[in-house]
């Protein structure tokens, strides 16, 4: 089931991530769909904010790096950018799939480009109605990320 949310201006999306951060639990997995500039790396911000990673970590798009990783908050987390991965191969060198089999949260920027996910995920959907919205559609594909989801909106009060 897909719920849908508007976010009004870039404070919404950050303050939905920071919702999102206290209803985490070592191990979820959240894949992030949208085009460029609909908000996936803000949500990521109000995530890390609300796991209390430390203000000096800088949480920025991996574009380049492909993998970030935040410590020092409540869990660690992993931040992955699968924009400019070409090849499935690729993916298999940089070792994602240990990568999000850690004891952490880990959050994957254009999670549709290729399956590496867990079977049991919670996926995001950005897209950009307006200059000043977004609306997000939310999905968990198995009972924790249901579960999560379901969390989140009451949180959202939505
Ligand atoms: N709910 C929103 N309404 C309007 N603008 C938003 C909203 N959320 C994010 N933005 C803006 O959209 C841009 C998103 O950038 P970013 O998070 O880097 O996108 P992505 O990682 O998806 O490429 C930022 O300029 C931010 O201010
Ligand atoms: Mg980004």
Same mark, same amino acid.
């Given at each position: 089931?897909?719920?849908? @949310?508007?976010?009004?201006?870039?404070?919404?999306?950050?303050?939905?991530?920071?919702?999102?951060?206290?209803?985490?639990?070592?191990?979820? *997995?959240?894949?992030?769909?949208?085009?460029?500039?609909? !908000?996936?790396?803000?949500?990521?911000? !109000?995530?890390?904010?609300?796991?209390?990673?430390? $203000?000096?970590?800088?949480?920025?798009?991996?574009? @380049?790096?492909?993998?970030?990783?935040?410590? !020092? !908050?409540?869990?660690?987390?992993?931040?992955?950018?699968?924009?400019?991965?070409?090849?499935?191969?690729?993916?298999?060198?940089?070792?994602?799939?240990?990568?999000?089999?850690?004891?952490?949260?880990?959050?994957? $920027?254009?999670?549709?480009? @290729?399956? *590496?996910?867990?079977?049991?995920?919670?996926?995001?959907? @950005?897209?950009?109605?307006?200059?000043?919205?977004?609306?997000?559609?939310?999905?968990?594909?198995?009972?924790?990320?249901?579960?999560?989801?379901?969390?989140?909106?009451?949180?959202?009060?939505?």
């Amino acid at each position: 089931m897909f719920d849908d @949310f508007e976010l009004r201006g870039p404070e919404a999306t950050h303050r939905a991530g920071q919702l999102l951060a206290p209803l985490l639990q070592a191990g979820d *997995v959240i894949g992030l769909i949208g085009d460029l500039g609909a !908000g996936k790396t803000l949500l990521v911000q !109000g995530i890390a904010k609300g796991l209390a990673v430390p $203000e000096g970590v800088r949480v920025t798009s991996p574009t @380049f790096s492909l993998i970030n990783e935040y410590r !020092g !908050g409540r869990l660690p987390m992993v931040h992955v950018d699968l924009y400019r991965i070409e090849e499935e191969g690729e993916l298999m060198h940089i070792g994602l799939e240990e990568m999000l089999d850690n004891a952490g949260v880990s959050a994957v $920027e254009w999670c549709d480009r @290729f399956e *590496v996910l867990p079977d049991d995920h919670l996926v995001i959907a @950005f897209e950009i109605e307006s200059q000043e919205s977004r609306r997000i559609s939310v999905k968990g594909t198995g009972s924790r990320s249901v579960a999560l989801a379901a969390a989140w909106r009451a949180g959202l009060g939505a």
